[in-house]
């Protein structure tokens, strides 16, 4: 097979890749900060449940989490999921929401407690001190660790083809039995492009949240 004929093949595979990528961040971003906000609760047994949650899945590989949400739910409900993507998409977005969840807790907490104490004084409810006051500056505290998370994530997807989810690494490991190592190798390529491109767009939203310095 020629070069174009494999990069072809490849960027199939890729697609794979992206696609669960995208829906992962869809879904994780918004379900961390919730996850966050109830290891935060006053409420001791929901505070406890969220803690015990997020210990629990980033202490055990993704790849035993993948294999868990693929093939227990048809063995104990007999209802098996649907397809291997959705599979990796539910234990991506569960991996992926507690360690969001984390970088989330950890930057909202590091918002001195006089700022919300000085916007009750002015009369301002805690809704309004949390998206007026607080959460500017907890984005500007937890985007280098969120970007981390998020490039980690981009090469995690590749994990996906445990479950014979077709993607890039899985569709290069199809060459390699017909004798071609080289587009294995190939596929690195494609990984440090779409990480440049995010790597340059952090930069950037960095660089505009600038003004927000502690």
Same mark, same amino acid.
């Given at each position: 097979m020629d070069f174009s004929t494999i990069t072809a093949e490849l960027l199939k595979g890729f697609w794979e890749n992206v696609r669960l990528f995208g829906l992962t961040l869809v879904f994780a971003l918004p379900l961390g900060l919730v996850i966050s906000f109830c290891s935060m609760s006053k409420f001791l047994p929901l505070k406890w449940?969220?803690?015990?949650?997020?210990?629990?899945? %980033? !202490?055990?590989?993704?790849? &035993?989490?993948?294999? +868990?949400?693929?093939?227990?739910?048809?063995?104990?409900?007999?209802?098996?999921?649907?397809?291997?993507? /959705?599979?990796?998409?539910?234990?991506?977005? +569960?991996?992926?929401?507690?360690?969001?969840?984390?970088?989330?807790?950890?930057? *909202?907490?590091? +918002?001195?407690? !006089? @700022? @919300?104490?000085? !916007? &009750?004084? &002015?009369? /301002?409810?805690?809704? @309004?001190?949390?998206?007026?006051?607080t959460l500017m500056q907890v984005v500007k505290k937890i985007i280098p660790p969120i970007s981390n998370e998020i490039i980690t994530l981009?090469?995690?997807?590749? &994990?996906?083809?445990?479950?014979?989810?077709?993607? *890039?690494?899985? /569709?290069?490991? %199809?060459?390699?039995? %017909?004798?071609?190592?080289?587009?294995?190798?190939?596929? !690195?390529?494609f990984f440090l492009v779409f990480n440049g491109i995010l790597t340059v767009l952090f930069g950037r939203i960095e660089k505009k949240l600038d003004y927000y310095r502690s």
């Open positions: 449940l969220s803690k015990t949650f997020v210990w629990i899945i %980033r !202490g055990t590989p993704l790849m &035993l989490q993948l294999f +868990i949400v693929f093939y227990v739910p048809g063995i104990v409900f007999n209802t098996p999921m649907k397809t291997r993507f /959705m599979a990796a998409l539910v234990a991506f977005v +569960i991996n992926y929401a507690a360690y969001f969840s984390e970088i989330y807790r950890g930057g *909202i907490e590091s +918002i001195p407690v !006089g @700022q @919300q104490e000085a !916007g &009750l004084v &002015l009369g /301002m409810t805690k809704s @309004q001190i949390f998206f007026k006051v981009v090469k995690d997807t590749s &994990l996906a083809r445990v479950i014979a989810v077709s993607e *890039i690494i899985m /569709m290069a490991d %199809r060459f390699t039995a %017909r004798g071609l190592i080289w587009p294995l190798f190939y596929t !690195g390529v």
